[in-house]
């Protein structure tokens, strides 16, 4: 348990942040106002980022809107293995265990949302002109970044290795 500590304190530390960002951007844009369909936004950098208050009804950047409990179900299934293949970890793959803690950061956070809301808070949003990346929160840089991370590992690993 104690070679954990510092991925659990990671995923922690991470989830913070991201309830914290949520409650932030959606505090200050009355984003919690019974009118979803209007996408309160703050300009940060003009032309390329934006603070704006979406409900995201479906997965990461808006898969599959309107399948909340589907998603629900699936984040739960999906929580169990990560932790599953997280406890397994040795010692020494500190780079799996770190990219691990990451998704599990992200998941925890879009999971507290679904059950709270029944919607993700999305709040981060790109774009270039008029050609929007979808918006997005910290939970899901999180898995972006961790699943990245963990196919660059599992591509690199030799097939030997992966069974053990």
């Excluded at 200050?28 to 009804?57: M, Q, S």
Aim: overall charge positive; glycine content about 6%.
């Amino acid at each position: 348990m104690r070679r954990r500590t510092p991925y659990l304190l990671l995923v922690i530390a991470l989830l913070a942040v991201d309830l914290w960002s949520k409650d932030a951007a959606f505090t200050a844009l009355d984003g919690y106002e019974e009118n979803p369909a209007v996408w309160k936004h703050h300009d940060v950098i003009d032309g390329l980022f934006r603070i704006c208050v979406v409900r995201n009804t479906g997965a990461t950047f808006g898969l599959a809107s309107g399948h909340g409990t589907i998603l629900l179900v699936l984040n739960l299934i999906v929580i169990v293995i990560l932790l599953a293949v997280f406890w397994r970890c040795r010692p020494g793959q500190w780079v799996r265990a770190t990219s691990l803690s990451l998704i599990l950061a992200g998941a925890f956070g879009n999971i507290y949302d679904r059950f709270r809301f029944g919607w993700v808070r999305d709040f981060l949003d790109f774009y270039v002109d008029t050609h929007h990346w979808p918006p997005f929160n910290v939970a899901d840089a999180c898995i972006v970044v961790g699943v990245a991370v963990l196919a660059v590992i599992l591509w690199r690993t030799p097939a030997e290795k992966k069974s053990e």
